[in-house]
């Protein structure tokens, strides 16, 4: 694959469109526009919600129409072998998900989304809500200080809220003859031993709670020197981002408590 098979699309029209109804429905407060500059690039980390297709549209709008910021969205591999939604997500600014195809974006001078959590961070289970799962992936650190972008953390606070899970994926992972499925190779690595299996939520039409975004100062990257850098850099950042979940939070509480007087 090389890179002048990469195409960065982004559609304002399709992608206020897409968003204007989540936008009414969810009514999102966005904090901390101070620290946005869509002069230089950076790569923007953050929190993936349930499911990953309810505020992620508003983000990007919020970001691409608003802001002026072009973030290409780095989404799961999944997405690309649906016929039609594919060219949605093309034309929203999201690219597979690989390595070289991230390196060419930040090549044409793009800011990157990223959210390390991946499709497993979507695929929320019971008692999963705000859990960053990133596992061990320290690949868009590398890939920021590679191409000298600072980190942007932002987070996103209403979207696990908005489902109460009926059935846990997690009953059927527990179950004999399923791990048993999931030990055939093929079928094991087509269903990423169980991660891309979703719980199934008692309602369908989501909760209407008030969706908060907030975006925190640019982090240089530029300190850090060894792995044992980086990996204390990655501890610090999710922490940093726990705590503004935790503070968003208490201003949506303390919103509420004023519109309800």
């Known amino acids: 694959m090389t890179s002048k098979h990469l195409e960065i699309k982004h559609n304002s029209k399709l992608l206020r469109a897409i968003s204007a109804l989540q936008r009414y429905y969810f009514r999102p407060t966005f904090l901390g526009a101070e620290n946005l500059n869509s002069e230089k690039p950076a790569m923007y980390v953050g929190n993936h919600t349930i499911y990953g297709v309810l505020d992620s549209p508003i983000l990007i709008d919020y ?37 070289e195809y991230a390196k060419e974006a930040m090549r044409q001078g793009y800011s990157i989304l990223v959210f390390p959590g991946g499709g497993r961070e979507v695929i929320k289970r019971k008692g999963e809500a705000y859990q960053l799962i ?27 809220e908005v489902f109460e899970l009926g059935f846990d994926v997690n009953v059927l992972l527990k179950q004999k003859w399923f791990q048993k499925l999931l030990s055939q190779p093929t079928m094991g690595k087509f269903l990423r031993q169980g991660e891309v299996i979703p719980s199934i939520p008692k309602n369908i ?34 922490q940093l981002i726990y705590m503004e979940i935790d503070n968003l939070k208490q201003i949506r509480e303390s919103d509420l408590t004023s519109n309800s007087k």
């Open 63 to 99: 970001l691409f129409n608003e802001h002026k910021v072009a973030v290409v969205s780095l989404a799961d591999h999944m997405h690309f072998h649906i016929p039609i939604w594919k060219e949605v997500v093309k034309r929203v600014g999201g690219v597979d998900g690989i390595q």
């Open 134 to 160: 990133w596992k061990q992936r320290f690949g868009f650190l590398k890939l920021a200080q590679e191409f000298g972008y600072d980190i942007a953390p932002f987070v996103a606070l209403g979207g696990d």
């Open 205 to 238: 039409i989501p909760k209407r709670i008030p969706f908060y975004f907030k975006f925190m100062p640019r982090l240089a990257i530029d300190q850090v020197e060894t792995m044992e850098d980086m990996i204390a850099f990655r501890d610090d950042l999710q």
